[in-house]
């Protein structure tokens, strides 16, 4: 189907995105939001490999671990949620700094 | 030639969105990157012959996610958003990193075990996509189904119990305590006299207790 494509394209691509992903979490320290999106980010990376892979490997497995993925997206999603609405409840804000309790 | 130039135009889509998300200063405006994202990438699922996986992305991070996003952006102040610039020290530093695991992972992709000719390997005819992930999910990966399960259900009762507060200015009904009611304390025996009623000791003794309604 692909003429000039190959795996090490959509390696590329992925590898791309997830490095976006890692420097939005690394550069962004204003707020908690913008790290829950950039770790969505993250794990869309690793699902684009994932079915890259099966597509070029002619493997269904790829896919099924891609769908664990996003389960896991979904549940780490709906609990980072819940912390950030506690979060805001306790503390008036949800910048990061504000989470100093631990003097961490 | 098109499906790799439609591979291009995808690409492109799901960069942009990424930075639209990392560059964004109002978190609205990120979230609508992660819309182009997404829609960019379930696009790129579906070119790949992964059908159920890109139309459960669109379900699931347009649906669900991005939803519960805008909920949570609209329960807290935005205001706080337009904060005061710190002097990044962190930045240089942070750059490098990134710009080295970039690099780092190119190299990979391009160089590494799966090297630049991995073309499709040759399929016989193949069932429709989702049969395929039927047959796959429900024999081999059956646990791991039921896990994920588990897992869901893990981060439900979670939320709920995180975010749940007990209140105290509303009348509700305590079994226990209907139950635990004795006679000492919810009747009085009095003896009124003829014109008088009840009297007020009466009243000092009974208090409405929420009871069933």
Known sequence: MFYTLTLSHVLTLSALLFTMGMAGIVLNRRNIIAILMCLELVLL???????????????????????????????????????????????????????????? | MLPDLIFALFATGILVGAGLIIAARNPMLGMLGMLVTFINAAGLFILFGAEFLGLLLIMVYLGAIAVMFLFVLMTIDLEFFKLREKPKAYLPLGLLTVAVLAGEFILAANYGLFSTNVTMLPTGEQPQNIIQIGNVLFTTYVLPFQLSGLV???????????????????????ITKQVLRTKEEGLTMTKPKLGHGTGTNVAKHWKPKSVAK
């Open chain 1, 45 to 104: 990376s690793v699902s684009i490999n994932l079915v890259g892979t099966s597509y070029f490997r002619a493997d269904i497995t790829g896919q099924i671990f891609s769908m664990f993925i996003l389960t896991v997206a979904a549940a780490e999603l709906a609990i980072g949620l819940a912390i950030v609405t506690l979060f805001f409840r306790n503390r008036g804000t949800i910048e990061i700094d504000a989470a100093d309790l631990m003097k961490g």
């Open chain 2, 152 to 174: 869901l259900l893990t981060a439900m009762v979670g939320a709920i119990v995180l975010t749940h507060r007990p209140r105290s200015d509303v009348k509700r009904q305590s």
